[in-house]
């Protein structure tokens, strides 16, 4: 199980920090994400964690300004996000998976948080 939370609203330029916790079951190797969706969209990619490791990816609108880590071994996972722009507002959702590869689409994903809003005004 995977509890998301820390969104908000902020104006642009702002910061907010994202945290996702986990519960119960987990993998070894694992991988933990964080995507968005808007409306109408599909969900997409943030960045991306390899398990107690440094082996991290991020999506090229986000690079410099969002930060992922992790905390506690498997328990928690952090999106530090920086420099907010209007075009950041989605629903953020984090997910985990097995196995080594970090995973860049929605379906490589096994378990999904509920997501959490973060909307940035101009």
């Known amino acids: 199980q995977l509890q998301a939370s820390g969104g908000g609203a902020v104006q642009a330029g702002g910061s907010l920090r994202l945290s996702c916790a986990a519960s119960?079951?987990?993998?070894?190797?694992?991988?933990m994400g964080w995507f968005r969706q808007t409306p109408g969209n599909e969900r997409e990619f943030v960045a991306a964690?390899?398990?107690?490791?440094?082996?991290?990816s991020y999506a090229d609108s986000v690079k410099g300004r969002f930060t992922i880590s992790s905390a506690n071994a498997k328990d928690t996972v952090y999106l530090q996000m920086n420099s907010l722009k209007p075009e950041d507002t989605a629903v953020y959702y984090c997910?985990?998976?097995?196995?080594?590869?970090?995973?860049?689409?929605?379906?490589?994903?096994?378990?999904w948080g509920q997501g959490t809003q973060v909307t940035v005004s101009s």
């Open positions: 997910a985990v998976k097995g196995g080594w590869s970090l995973g860049y689409v929605r379906n490589e994903y096994d378990y």
């Open positions: 119960g079951r987990t993998f070894s190797p694992f991988v």
């Open positions: 964690i390899r398990g107690n490791t440094m082996i991290i």
